[in-house]
């Protein structure tokens, strides 16, 4: 099989990766590499990949690597194949899935493993993989708390982030899906593909990459009084939350009622009055390792869930 890695840029010089590289090529020599610069290389080398018979790709970087690399693929009728080489600060996505960090077993997996067809998420006209995230209908400003920031941004979200959160001015707007709707102010939101974001933080646990549904997770706008009850709901989030709710969908139409709600996708900004997510089923088949916890047959049976 033809198999290509995309490397980003920023990681090309390193020692770990060159040799990883190396030590793929005296397995597999016709091993190719290519190698971004700058913003739009990733589209384009997709592109030429697949003219000259690329049939499986390697997204070398962080989740804004398998972003980009996702979102040209999503643009051909004819899709090769995508493998992962996480090396990125995080890396959410390619944990989640169990991929491995070490560059030499990611990329043993990633040339001899085999591939699955995963879902990705899309929003309006662009795609993401793992989760898109953000402070709902709200603008960031200095004043914002920096874990909330680092939220918005695809870093560190904790339960401090969102304590502080109460003395942040959310902003009000409207949540729909093909069963509920639901109207307010929310401080942040979630809709995940996959389960983890900002370097570790589970925000979606029962999410799966080949389910067909997207995992949204919303936290309404709370006063200091509420304080221990949302961080009981943080702990077990539910459909029913009064304060956090997280539920399964097909897709959810997201629309401010004041201003411009910015968002990440896998860590890359978009910004749109009106969102529309929505799963595409089936869309990319990733390779993935022989026990992937994302995938529903990986999740216990009912009764072994208790």
């Given at each position: 099989?033809?198999?290509r890695?995309?490397?980003?840029g ?9 040799d ?12 190719e590499v290519?190698?971004t610069?700058e913003?739009?290389?990733a589209?384009r080398?997709v592109?030429e990949a ?8 390697v ?6 690597t398998?972003n ?9 009728s004819?899709?090769p194949?995508?493998?992962?080489m996480?090396?990125?600060?995080a ?7 169990n991929?491995p ?6 990329l ?7 591939s ?7 929003a ?19 004043d914002?708390?920096?874990?909330l ?12 982030g ?10 009000r707007?409207?949540?729909?899906t ?24 589970v925000?979606?646990p ?6 067909g549904?997207l995992?949204?997770l919303?936290v ?8 221990r ?13 009064e304060?956090?709710k997280?539920f399964?969908?097909?897709w959810v139409e997201?629309s ?18 009106v969102?529309?997510?929505e799963?595409?089923p089936?869309?990319?088949d990733l390779?993935?390792?022989e026990f992937c916890p994302?995938l ?11």
């Amino acid at each position: 099989m033809k198999t290509r890695i995309i490397l980003n840029g920023k990681k090309a010089g390193s020692k770990n990766v060159r040799d990883a590289i190396s030590e793929t090529r005296k397995k597999f020599p016709a091993f190719e590499v290519r190698v971004t610069y700058e913003f739009g290389d990733a589209e384009r080398l997709v592109n030429e990949a697949v003219a000259e018979g690329v049939e499986r790709l390697v997204a070398g970087g962080g989740d804004g690597t398998i972003n980009e690399l996702a979102n040209a693929m999503m643009k051909l009728s004819r899709r090769p194949e995508l493998a992962i080489m996480p090396l990125g600060t995080a890396n959410d996505f390619a944990t989640g899935c169990n991929i491995p960090r070490d560059p030499v077993a990611a990329l043993s997996l990633a040339v001899e493993g085999k591939s699955t067809p995963i879902d990705v998420g899309k929003a309006n006209d662009r795609y993401f993989v793992n989760v898109a995230s953000g402070g709902f209908g709200a603008e960031v400003t200095v004043d914002t708390p920096v874990e909330l920031k680092n939220f918005l941004g695809g870093g560190a979200y904790t339960l401090t982030g969102l304590v502080k959160a109460m003395s942040f001015t959310p902003y009000r707007g409207k949540f729909v899906t093909e069963d509920t709707e639901l109207s307010g102010a929310a401080i942040v939101g979630a809709v995940c593909n996959g389960r983890q974001a900002g370097g570790g933080q589970v925000l979606a646990p029962n999410a799966c990459i080949d389910d067909g549904l997207l995992d949204v997770l919303i936290v309404i706008d709370f006063a200091a009084r509420d304080l221990r009850q949302v961080r009981d709901e943080l702990l077990n989030p539910s459909p029913e939350g009064e304060f956090v709710k997280l539920f399964q969908t097909k897709w959810v139409e997201m629309s401010a009622q004041d201003k411009i709600a910015p968002f990440n996708l896998d860590g890359e900004p978009y910004r749109s009055k009106v969102i529309r997510f929505e799963a595409v089923p089936g869309a990319i088949d990733l390779v993935l390792p022989e026990f992937c916890p994302l995938l529903k047959e990986a999740q216990p049976a009912p009764d072994e869930a208790g």
